[in-house]
């Protein structure tokens, strides 16, 4: 598939995986909507123009990675992998449904297009550096992206992984931050406050960039920054909207991890198919 460098026709594309997050939800009865919908601009981005990707080749060693940390946010990565054509889009449908391959976290061993099984939160960034340091070792020139919530990252393993990625320099690799500031509880501060995150970034060696995540220009051009980055990792901190794109579930906390009912269901397609 060619890359979509058109911005109007990436936003289509963005709207098109928010219906397919609202769609596996809501069939699926269970699952994130709002973290799924706060990052489908950056994945529309990542898939449709950035990536080094081939459906026909998914396990191709020299293709661009992703590793999806915040696991539970799987509707936006499934999604995301329908619509450019890694497995038929009516499989949305049967999210969670014990006989279909989308469960409720990605599965490398069962899904084409995934590059890396999540779930288990605070772990992504150290598989993530595993695979920039293989790429470094065999000389590759593939690049790797780490998705990571803004509640995940109070994790104590994700700073034990951000000093590797700085000690080896892994300037192959692309930490995206989605700074949506609501996590299962309440707020980032509430809980367990993160904040100042680039700071915190950029004291551990990583080149920031700090965006308004949904925004496909400004995703687009962190993304050119980055690819200029040297002998550092770059980390991109994406400001971004829970919810975003359906009016009931933005920034509102309950959404976090709750399907649609069937009227709710309606008005977020007739939202999302009217902008």
Not at 86 to 112: A, C, T, V, Y
Not at 142 to 155: A, F, K, M, Q, S
Not at 181 to 208: A, C, H, W
Request: hydrophobic share 35%; proline share 3%.
């Amino acid at each position: 598939m060619e890359k979509i460098k058109d911005i109007e026709e990436l936003k289509k594309t963005a709207k098109n995986v928010r219906k397919g997050i609202i769609e596996a939800v809501y069939n699926g009865k269970s699952g994130h909507p709002g973290g799924s919908l706060s990052i489908a601009d950056i994945i529309t981005v990542l898939y449709f123009n950035e990536m080094n990707i081939d459906k026909e080749n998914p396990k191709d060693e020299n293709r661009d990675r992703l590793v999806l940390s915040k696991g539970h946010c799987a509707p936006a990565l499934y999604s995301t992998l329908a619509n450019y054509g890694f497995f038929d889009r009516e499989e949305l449908k049967n999210l969670r449904n014990i006989e279909s391959i989308l469960q409720g976290h990605p599965d490398m061993k069962h899904i084409p297009g995934i590059d890396m099984t999540t779930g288990s939160l605070g772990q992504g960034l150290s598989a993530a550096n595993g695979m920039a340091i293989s790429g470094k070792l065999d000389k590759k020139d593939y690049r790797v992206y780490c998705i990571l919530g803004d509640g995940e990252i109070e994790e104590g393993q994700i700073w034990e992984a951000a000093m590797a990625s700085s000690k080896y320099k892994l300037d192959n690799l692309c930490v995206i931050v989605d700074n949506n500031n609501l996590q299962i509880d309440g707020t980032i501060e509430e809980v367990m406050s993160s904040y100042p995150i680039d700071e915190k970034f950029r004291s551990f060696g990583f080149q920031v960039i700090n965006i308004d995540g949904n925004d496909i220009d400004e995703i687009l051009k962190a993304f050119e920054v980055s690819k200029n980055v040297k002998e550092k990792p770059t980390c991109i901190i994406a400001k971004t909207i829970k919810g975003k794109g359906v009016s009931f579930m933005e920034n509102q906390v309950g959404w976090h991890g709750k399907a649609p009912n069937k009227e709710q269901y309606e008005q977020a397609i007739k939202e999302l198919e009217e902008i």
